[in-house]
């Protein structure tokens, strides 16, 4: 089954980081300009040994996670976990991003996790709208992997307007690439800025 937003989901890289460098903290780096995270891995927010060797891709969402949730909840050599942060029920950052067959390895370092029911007949659209997108349907949980908290909050508001029947699976896909597109341009969009429906994730938190 095709996956309609993995074009996009492939191609997003520094565009995305860039863009989370100017919500989080100020403007953005410019092309050739790495922001300097390393003063939160220095003073016990994490410790620096653990994240030395991970990847730039890796380091570098790891601070920016770092910089706007504080520090995680939970650690170890290969991934940072925060519960109940922002509207998420659980963010996790990876060392190291999944090999996928046929697709080689991909770039999806950021894990966020919805509270969110989706029903039986909806689980085919979503799949259809994108494969990384999770349903675990014990626990109530919608989850998506990708490189960027802005693409994960586009691509979760997007398969909520799926399961509500707002839109099809090829509409959603279309959307996002404008979406993408624009802001890239410069523009920005209440679809990337935050969720557009209602969880409690935010009650998880003590």
């Not at 410019?30 to 922001?35: D, I």
């Not at 060392?95 to 689980?123: H, I, N, S």
């Not at 597109?181 to 920005?188: H, I, S």
Request: net charge positive; with cysteine; hydrophobic share 35%.
């Amino acid at each position: 089954m095709r996956d309609c937003a993995a074009r996009t989901l492939r191609r997003r890289g520094a565009a995305a980081l860039l863009a989370l460098c100017a919500a989080v903290g100020g403007a953005a780096a410019r092309p050739n300009e790495r922001r300097d995270f390393s003063p939160f891995f220095e003073t016990g927010q994490v410790p620096e040994g653990i994240l030395r060797s991970w990847p730039e891709l890796s380091r570098e969402v790891a601070g920016l996670m770092i910089s706007e949730y504080g520090r995680p909840d939970d650690y170890s050599a290969r991934s940072l976990i925060w519960f109940g942060n922002g509207p998420w029920k659980r963010t996790v950052v990876y060392r190291d991003p999944p090999v996928r067959r046929f697709l080689g390895r991909d770039e999806e370092v950021l894990e966020q996790v919805v509270t969110y029911a989706v029903p039986d007949e909806r689980l085919k659209p979503l799949k259809r709208f994108s494969e990384r997108l999770r349903v675990n349907q014990a626990a109530g949980e919608l989850s998506i992997r990708s490189d960027s908290q802005t693409l994960n909050y586009l691509t979760l508001n997007l398969a909520h307007e799926i399961v509500v029947g707002k839109r099809s699976p090829d509409d959603a896909a279309d959307f996002l690439d404008r979406v993408v597109r624009l802001e890239k341009a410069g523009k920005t969009s209440p679809y990337i800025s935050g969720l557009r429906f209602s969880t409690s994730a935010g009650e998880l938190k003590n």
